[in-house]
């Protein structure tokens, strides 16, 4: 059997390096600054696997990280005023309603500040993340890549706390009467030129609100209302990892 050539040997080196990298998992690296304790959760879209960790508890300051397979594509949210009710673990923002502190495939009840992601693919490079507050507010958060390139590879941070100057018609009100949540318009409504359904069903038939541009124009990273993408949606290319930071 003839030996390898050198040039042989180099393509070889190549091609198992890309393949090696393109099944490295990503990192993710959640954060609570908030001064309360928070339980941040995390939901995997209908062709991801779940992650090992689908829900859990963060005091202030405390982090955890997480490995995320290739190709995961998901949100990720923290609920507050969390306790045990009978024996239930229940939250007044963001509750799965799983009873527990684990979600296990749920989602949270809105109003909640979301995170999503659609992590790339092997042979594909890119990276999609974007904050959403379609369904609404709960707490700030940034998102901060760590490495990557390209012109849209950037810190997306709504850093100001929504709950202070929510309109009344939105606001959630918690226990003591203060407002610990915002709801979108289409949440609070439920009518299709707010939640962009029926006749409204593009972006040309479902413009802006000015409930929609309370956010954005606090915010104008994050996703305001459902067709909101020109100037809410980020990429990443290279495999950075991922800071993702509560109340930052």
């Known amino acids: 059997m003839q030996p390898l050539g050198i040039l042989a040997l180099f393509f070889i080196l190549i091609l198992t390096t890309h393949c090696f990298k393109g099944s490295e998992s990503t990192k993710f690296i959640i954060k609570n600054q908030c001064s309360n304790t928070i339980w941040p959760a995390t939901l995997a879209g209908s062709d991801s696997l779940a992650l090992s960790s689908t829900g859990f508890e963060l005091t202030h300051g405390a982090s955890i990280s997480l490995n ?4 995961w594509s998901g949100r990720i949210w923290a609920r507050t005023f969390c306790s045990a ?3 239930k673990f229940v939250c007044n923002t963001g509750d799965c309603g799983s009873g527990a502190i ?6 949270g009840a809105p109003p909640a500040s979301l995170i999503e992601f659609t992590l790339a693919r092997p042979n594909n490079n890119q ?3 974007d904050i959403s507050f379609v369904d609404g507010f709960n707490l700030p958060v940034s998102v901060t890549p760590q490495g990557g390139s390209g012109n849209k590879c950037q810190l997306v941070s709504c850093p100001v706390d929504l709950n202070l100057r929510c309109p009344y018609s939105l606001a959630l009100k918690g226990d003591q009467g203060s407002v610990i949540g915002c709801k979108s318009a289409c949440v609070a409504f439920n009518q299709p030129q707010y939640c962009c ?3 409204y069903g593009s972006p040309t038939t479902c413009p802006p609100t000015r409930y929609s541009n309370f ?9 305001s209302y459902a067709y909101d993408d020109g100037t809410s949606t980020f990429t990443c290319s ?6 993702i930071t509560f109340c930052p």
């Open 238 to 243: 290279g495999g950075p990892n991922y800071l």
């Open 127 to 129: 990276d999609f993340f």
């Open 68 to 71: 995320i397979p290739s190709g």
């Open 85 to 87: 009710v009978s024996g």
């Open 102 to 107: 684990t979600c296990n495939g749920s989602g």
């Open 215 to 223: 956010f954005k124009k606090r915010c104008p990273k994050a996703y």
């Open 197 to 199: 359904t029926g006749p």
